[in-house]
């Protein structure tokens, strides 16, 4: 079973515009959500994260919203730079557990 | 340069063969993890250790896997008579557990295998 969701394969966005990246989860004890990002030939690094018991959770051009109720979270990108073209992989865990990744989806920035 | 660094980069290997791979993690780091990643897909859990003790393998894991890491600092994960379905990127992480495991792991770049 799939805890974390990305239903979105791949998106396009155009430079200086806003980036909406996806993730739905099933499991309601996750404490953490992260995003990590990756280029090709580098493994995934770590982006931004937000806890359980808040919705958002801001950090220069990226900021992650919650809804716990929808188990849904987001990540905005303003404005996006064709440098953010890469996999984003939305992740969860608990305070004592392993990290799930999603499948990831990938983000071009078009000039 | 005081990242998670693997060895091998790449390693190719016919059917049958044994491999293993290395990972030294972040010094300071407590807890390694690997996963493998195959095309299109997120990094999927295989095990992780809590300094030297082995704490969740995952159940989806062939008994052909092993991994260890025998003083709590490196690890090495062996797969036996490679298949080829076991082509795949197989990237270690390392985090440090202050006793709240946050989620932020820092990964090496990745062994990638090619089973022919």
Same mark, same amino acid.
């Given at each position: 079973?799939?805890?974390?969701?990305?239903?979105? !394969?791949?998106?396009?966005?155009?430079?200086?515009? $806003?980036?909406?990246? =996806?993730? +739905?989860?099933?499991?309601?004890? &996750?404490?953490?959500?992260?995003?990590?990002?990756?280029?090709?030939?580098?493994? !995934?690094?770590?982006?931004?994260?937000?806890?359980? $018991?808040?919705?958002? =959770?801001? +950090?220069?051009?990226?900021?992650? &919203?919650?809804?716990?109720?929808?188990?849904?979270?987001?990540?905005?990108?303003? !404005?996006?730079?064709?440098?953010?073209?890469?996999?984003?992989?939305?992740?969860?865990?608990t305070s004592y557990d392993k990290v799930i990744f999603g499948p990831g989806t990938s983000l071009s920035v078009i000039p | 340069d005081t990242g998670v660094s693997q060895d091998p980069r790449h390693k190719i290997t016919k059917r049958g063969q044994n491999v293993t791979f290395r990972c030294d993690p972040i010094s300071e780091h407590n807890r390694l993890y690997w996963y493998r990643q195959t095309l299109g897909q997120g990094p999927e859990f295989l095990t992780y250790f809590q300094n030297e003790a082995q704490l969740e393998k995952s159940r989806l894991l062939s008994d052909r896997f092993s991994a260890e890491r025998p003083k709590g600092s490196f690890s090495t994960l062996e797969i036996q008579r490679t298949e080829q379905g076991d082509s795949a990127m197989y990237l270690c992480a390392s985090s440090l557990d202050s006793g709240t495991n946050t989620g932020e792991l820092f990964f090496g770049e990745g062994s990638r295998l090619t089973v022919l």
């Open positions: 079973d799939q805890q974390v969701k990305q239903n979105s !394969p791949s998106l396009s966005v155009q430079e200086g515009r $806003i980036s909406i990246l =996806n993730c +739905d989860y099933t499991n309601s004890m &996750f404490d953490y959500f992260l995003w990590y990002k990756k280029y090709p030939a580098e493994g !995934p690094t770590f982006l931004i994260s937000i806890s359980s $018991i808040k919705d958002k =959770n801001e +950090d220069g051009r990226f900021t992650v &919203f919650l809804n716990k109720s929808a188990k849904h979270l987001s990540l905005h990108i303003v !404005p996006s730079q064709p440098g953010d073209s890469a996999v984003y992989f939305c992740a969860a865990s | -």
